[in-house]
């Protein structure tokens, strides 16, 4: 498969409009920190809505959304009700306390309630948990664009395409800092999405087939148990297989999502861009609504793609369907997009792709950038020179995008070469390795929001309590330790429900430290 004329047209067209966008947004710079990290608290409800969907979304949900539906049903779905709930209890306990406090990042809460180190050892554990879970994203992203620009999965390809991702990233969100990350995230939205419906009906289009025909057809899979459509169920399974079953959409998926939007600075640094707690609530509420509609279209895709390679008696046609490029695993999607596109639409999936990449990765450099200059590095700075400029910390961020971008892109080059050499899945690990930092940070903002309990070796005792837990429950771990207990297959949403519980009692074992004036008694 080659890129044709039309292909890089469309290739090209995308890269021009960023570069105009990056170039408007670009004209307003940041005068200070608050300006670089925040925005200034000027940014619009819809458009950080909007920026905080795309950051949820990345390359590995563009690509393998599709696979979803292909081998499974509607279930996935499920899991949005955690989120709605989560994003509630997010707007209820922690969105009015950040904008109350004025913080920069997430953490600063675990300053006010525990102490400085409390707030440096979660900052801590959300950079190593993004470094791996941003930079296995962006390797799962540059393998697919080698093999859409490249046409291979060589070392030269893969480590070009992840240069190329990370410098756009950095070139198009670094001199504007969160502004441009939102601006630039929304048309990275508008464009993976759109790709995603032109794919959606030129692949309805193309099976020729009656609506009643393919409801049918997904009602009563040949080689598949019970409905594709199915969308509530209630099944008892707490193995992975289990893990989009109501119980788990109604426990886990509230805590994961509860994480992500209130105590992962990634998502939660959208929202503290707003005016005001309404504003920002009104944001992640919007957000974790367009999630499913959007999410909706990736699965409807899987669908289809499951009625062209299986059930090629229903159509006039038949497609044979390999799971490998170059030896590669390949999602189904991406083997479509590989072998049955035609011109045009082939470039508007590299594009999707790429957006998809990008929405995550310039995410990922602004606010892990903004956890090393506002957490780690200004309180040192200002210690030893109280009259530092706010110019300063403009620079400082901008350099700590560049670095993050560094730590991400060798990351991504990391997952390629450990792949190829090694049997262990750090891949696996990498892509969930944000649930084994949660695990800790859930246990210690539980503590900090509803006790008096807990001291700052208790929260750092915790944040590596729920590391390990949920490490030791990893199938790869549990193998090394005993083949009996290899058995154990518990899907990562109840591991992370036993990780919190541990972390949170970890943490409030710790006798409380001297009280911290108006801190409040709990969160309610």
């Known amino acids: 498969m080659q890129l044709t004329l039309v ?15 990056a170039w408007w947004v670009n004209q307003k710079r940041a005068s200070n920190s608050s300006d670089y990290f925040l925005g200034a608290n000027t940014m619009p409800a819809a458009l950080v809505a909007i920026s905080v969907l795309a950051t949820s979304q990345s390359a590995a949900t563009f690509l393998g959304g599709p696979d979803m539906g292909f081998r499974g049903n509607l279930s996935y779905l499920a899991s949005n009700l955690g989120a709605i709930l989560a994003a509630f209890f997010v707007i209820r306990f922690l969105i009015p306390r950040y904008y109350a406090l004025k913080v920069t990042t997430v953490y600063e809460l675990l300053e006010q309630r525990f102490s400085a180190s409390a707030k440096n050892h979660a900052g801590q554990m959300y950079l190593f948990g993004r470094v791996f879970a941003s930079g296995a994203r962006l390797f799962m992203a540059a393998l697919a664009v080698s093999m859409l620009l490249f046409n291979h999965i060589n070392a030269d390809g893969i480590i070009l395409s992840v240069l190329l991702l990370a410098v756009i990233g950095l070139l198009s969100t670094m001199a504007g800092g969160i502004r441009s990350v939102i601006y630039t995230d929304a048309l990275q939205c508008a464009v993976y999405v759109t790709a995603a419906l032109v794919v959606l009906v030129y692949l309805y289009s193309s099976l020729n087939l009656p609506w009643p025909v393919l409801l049918e057809a997904l009602r009563h899979p040949i080689d598949q148990d019970g409905s594709k459509l199915l969308l509530l169920d209630f099944s008892v399974d707490f193995s992975s297989n289990g893990v989009f079953n109501i119980w788990s959409a109604l426990t886990g998926f509230v805590l ?20 005001t707690p309404r504003e920002g609530a009104k944001a992640l509420l919007s957000s974790a609504l367009l999630v499913i509609p959007v999410m909706l279209v990736f699965i409807v895709i899987g669908f289809l793609l499951y009625i062209f390679y299986q059930r090629g008696d229903l159509y006039q046609g038949s497609a044979l369907l390999a799971d490998s490029f170059q030896g590669e695993k390949v999602t ?27 929405s995550t990765i310039t995410s990922g450099l602004n606010s892990m950038a903004s956890v090393l200059v506002a957490d780690l590095y200004a309180p040192w700075r200002r210690k030893r020179q109280p009259a530092t400029s706010e110019r300063h910390f403009v620079r400082a961020g901008q350099l700590a995008m560049l670095g993050t971008a560094i730590a991400l892109a060798l990351m991504a080059i990391l997952c390629y070469y450990w792949q190829q050499y090694s049997d262990m899945p750090l891949l696996a690990f990498a892509l969930s390795v944000m649930v084994f930092s949660y695990s800790g940070l859930l246990g210690v903002f539980f503590t900090a929001l509803f006790t008096r309990r807990g001291n700052s070796r208790s ?25 009996t207990l290899a058995a154990l297959d518990l899907g990562f949403t109840w591991q992370l429900c036993l990780g919190s519980l541990i972390a949170f009692l970890v943490c409030v074992s710790g006798a409380p430290a001297r009280p911290v004036p108006g801190t409040p008694a709990h969160g309610g």
């Open 7 to 21: 292909d890089w047209l469309v290739f090209c067209s995308y890269f021009f409009i960023l570069a105009l966008l």
């Open 256 to 275: 994961l999502n509860i994480a992500a939007f209130g105590m992962d600075q990634d998502m939660t640094q959208r929202v503290l861009t707003c005016k």
């Open 332 to 358: 189904v999607f991406m083997y479509y997009v590989l072998n049955e596109l035609p011109s045009g639409l082939r470039g508007l999936v590299v594009v999707g792709v790429i957006a998809a990449a990008l």
């Open 459 to 483: 929260v750092t005792a915790a944040l590596l309590t729920g590391f390990v837990i949920t490490l030791l429950l990893q199938p790869y771990v549990l193998q090394k330790i005993s083949p």
